[in-house]
């Protein structure tokens, strides 16, 4: 697994960074505010966090990421967002929370552009399953999702490619 930061020049303000285990405290406590959003509803204990951790760390079928908008100290971290490779050669796009309700959307969504054309690199069907009664559907549908296919509990959401595909990121490995 490498670790990776992603920048945009269409969007200088934000990076993508893949997580770390000093992250760990921060993605337990925005999924656990954000529960009722996600297939998982149970409360994660560190104990699964860290388990979470050590499977993901291991395994090279996707990414997650720590948006982080750029400040003049130290970065602000806002959110998270991450990319899986599927059995059926697709891609999911799952754990994207907004870090506090006090952030922007659009901060979020101009991530999810940033991520998506770093993915499309790839080649292959992009999606996202979201709970119908997931507030942030809406959201996914405004930024440029169209619905895919209707289940009885969830949608899946795929990115619209004329909206998304712009090819305007940078990745830089990491030197912690």
Same mark, same amino acid.
Request: aromatic share 10%; glycine share 2%; hydrophobic share 35%.
């Given at each position: 697994?490498?670790?990776?930061?992603?920048?945009?020049?269409?969007?200088?303000?934000?990076?993508?960074?893949?997580?770390?285990?000093?992250?760990?405290?921060?993605?337990?406590?925005?999924?656990?505010?954000?529960?009722?959003?996600?297939?998982f509803q149970s409360e994660i204990s560190a104990e699964m966090q860290l388990n979470w951790y050590q499977k993901y760390s291991a395994s090279d079928d996707g990414y997650m990421f720590i948006i982080e908008e750029i400040m003049p100290v130290n970065n602000h971290k806002i959110g998270c967002m991450g990319y899986r490779f599927l059995d059926d050669n697709s891609i999911?796009?799952? !754990?994207?929370?907004?870090?506090?309700k006090s952030i922007c959307g659009? %901060? &979020?969504?101009?991530?999810?552009e940033i991520m998506i054309n770093f993915i499309s690199v790839f080649n292959k069907n992009i999606s996202c399953?979201?709970?119908?009664?997931?507030?942030?559907?809406n959201w996914y549908l405004r930024i440029g999702f169209e619905l895919s296919? !209707?289940?009885?509990?969830?949608?899946?959401?795929?990115?619209?490619? %004329? &909206?998304?595909?712009?090819?305007?990121?940078?990745?830089?490995?990491?030197?912690?």
């Open positions: 697994m490498y670790n990776l930061i992603i920048k945009s020049e269409k969007y200088p303000g934000l990076i993508l960074r893949t997580i770390d285990a000093d992250d760990q405290e921060e993605l337990r406590t925005w999924k656990n505010s954000n529960k009722l959003s996600f297939f999911d796009l799952y !754990n994207i929370i907004r870090g506090q659009q %901060k &979020i969504a101009h991530a999810m399953k979201v709970l119908k009664n997931n507030p942030a559907k296919k !209707n289940f009885d509990d969830y949608v899946l959401l795929k990115p619209k490619k %004329k &909206i998304f595909l712009q090819k305007n990121f940078t990745i830089l490995e990491r030197k912690d």
